[in-house]
């Protein structure tokens, strides 16, 4: 099965910014609408962010104006652009796909917010 991998969490203090990455071993952006995950320590999984196969997106009201969405369907990746990261944002990211049944979760990337 396709494999996600998703790629650039790391430690931001409050305020600052990064920039996530979902790549798949498989043609599925071309295919599929997307979205970004999280799961913030003792929380369910919630879906943040979604964006379509023709670029239209869509964010919850936790990250709406903070985060953006693209895709490069050439290149097999997705990519969340996340700034003004609030210390409520440190969670695990995750990517996958929308519409159909969700694939395998990759490890996820952990974000950590804090000063």
């Known amino acids: 099965q396709v494999q996600l991998v998703e790629s650039g969490g790391g430690l931001v203090q409050p305020g600052g910014s990064l920039t996530l990455s979902c790549a798949a071993s498989?043609?599925?952006?071309?295919?599929?609408?997307m979205g970004w995950y999280r799961q913030a320590p003792g929380k369910q999984r919630e879906l943040v962010a979604t964006?379509?196969?023709?670029?239209?997106?869509n964010y919850s009201e936790s990250v709406k104006g903070r985060f953006s969405l693209s895709r490069d369907n050439a290149k097999n990746a997705v990519y969340l652009q996340m700034n003004s990261l609030k210390p409520e944002d440190t969670a695990v990211y995750y990517c996958?796909?929308?519409?159909?049944?969700?694939?395998?979760w990759g490890k996820g990337a952990l974000v950590t917010v804090s000063s």
């Open positions: 996958n796909v929308l519409g159909t049944r969700p694939l395998n």
């Open positions: 498989g043609s599925i952006f071309d295919i599929y609408d």
């Open positions: 964006i379509t196969l023709l670029g239209g997106t």
